[in-house]
């Protein structure tokens, strides 16, 4: 009974509330950016592409810098590695 009164009741105060009318909208120069906001967004846009690319420049470079000293150590360590002209092993010395 009190969840029925409570309904009725919501319903009549809504009902009572008037809606309120569209008194006109904002005109087309404060809704859209425009020239200069898309010469912006372009231009932001541009530096994004062109900070990406030089990103993976960067990161093929150390790789490849990396896997060539990881060569040069390997060639290092197989050379102290190797026998002398004598049958014995440099590193024994």
């Known amino acids: 009974m009190i969840q029925d009164a409570l309904l009725r009741a919501a319903v009549w105060v809504t009902a009572a509330t008037p809606t309120p009318t569209p008194t006109g909208g904002p005109s087309d120069d404060q809704v859209t950016p425009g020239v200069v906001g898309f010469v912006v967004t372009f231009l932001v846009?541009?530096?994004?592409?062109?900070?990406?690319?030089?990103?993976?420049?960067?990161?093929?470079?150390?790789?490849?810098?990396?896997?060539?000293?990881?060569?040069?150590?390997?060639?290092?360590?197989?050379?102290?590695?190797?026998?002398?002209?004598?049958?014995?092993?440099?590193?024994?010395?």
């Open 45 to 93: 846009a541009v530096a994004a592409v062109l900070l990406a690319l030089d990103m993976t420049r960067r990161i093929r470079r150390v790789r490849y810098r990396a896997e060539i000293a990881e060569k040069l150590d390997a060639e290092q360590a197989g050379q102290s590695g190797e026998a002398g002209p004598d049958g014995q092993d440099d590193t024994a010395r």
